[in-house]
């Protein structure tokens, strides 16, 4: 016999208006999160303003996340600034986190400016869902980033590093260069990564700088020769053939340097010297 799928979700019998009820009048909180769950999974714009009263209102943190999850899920603007009030002032962890995401979802100019202020919440997964929103948000939110890049807090540069190289904005090149010289050395990891991210070859001469730097940390040069792997230039060939070369055993430093050697062989064999002459023996 069959065994049917478990639905964990699960569905509710009531109708929106009984709902909206349960979400403002109930005194158990699981019904009340319960009615905003499921009003956001219903659509219906009608609910903005009682789960953004909630949101303001509610004493239950759970209460007040699945209403931020609800107003993401249904895309009102008349949300915006709620949410913000919310990730800015909301002692809540998880509601601060939720109101991030929901931001992000809504997207706008309007919401760039408050989830780069939480790059530098006191919560590191605040400041990760801020990161990930602002990377969702897309292009309009490079300007704000880049000025965040000269943060005296060393995780929201990391952050604004990390974020620029995702979105892939050539505008944000010459600053995480620059990013490279940052006395963390995890900042100078997400900068050699960016730089793989962003693909521009202007980057190339910084990269094999920071390869070939003995003094640089390990991690930090395997993460600029992959850079360079992925950016494919010759210039970076013989930087990477001298630094295996040397090695008397192959660490994580040379392998990602030979891996990324052949990656730049493959793709520009054909510019080789004799190249034209070995394809016709």
């Not at 990377?135 to 000269?150: F, K, N, P, W």
């Amino acid at each position: 016999m069959p065994v049917k799928p478990i639905n964990r979700k699960k569905k509710s019998d009531k109708t929106f208006e009984e709902l909206i009820q349960d979400l403002k009048h109930s005194n158990s909180e699981k019904v009340r999160y319960n009615a905003a769950r499921l009003l956001g999974e219903m659509g219906n714009s009608e609910a903005v303003e009682p789960l953004i009263d909630v949101l303001k209102n509610d004493k239950n943190g759970s209460v007040r996340l699945y209403a931020a999850r609800a107003l993401g899920e249904l895309g009102d603007i008349e949300a915006v600034q709620p949410l913000i009030t919310s990730l800015r002032e909301d002692r809540n962890v998880d509601v601060r986190v939720r109101a991030a995401r929901a931001l992000g979802r809504l997207g706008g100019e309007e919401v760039v400016k408050p989830l780069v202020e939480s790059l530098n919440d006191e919560n590191s997964q605040v400041c990760i869902t801020a990161t990930d929103a602002l990377i969702e948000i897309g292009d309009i939110a490079v300007d704000a980033l880049i000025s965040s890049l000269g943060h005296e807090k060393v995780n929201v540069r990391c952050d604004a590093t990390r974020a620029l190289g995702e979105l892939e904005n050539k505008k944000a090149v010459d600053h995480i260069i620059k990013m490279l010289k940052d006395e963390w050395v995890n900042v100078r990891i997400y900068a050699v990564t960016s730089l793989g991210k962003l693909d521009d070859a202007k980057a190339v001469p910084a990269l094999i700088e920071v390869l070939q730097n003995e003094s640089e940390n390990e991690l930090v040069r395997a993460g600029a020769a992959a850079a360079l792997g992925v950016l494919r230039d010759q210039r970076a060939l013989l930087p990477l053939r001298e630094l295996i070369m040397r090695a008397e055993e192959l660490g994580e430093l040379e392998d990602t340097a030979l891996k990324a050697f052949k990656k730049i062989m493959a793709a520009n064999w054909q510019n080789m010297p004799g190249a034209t002459n070995k394809k016709n023996i």
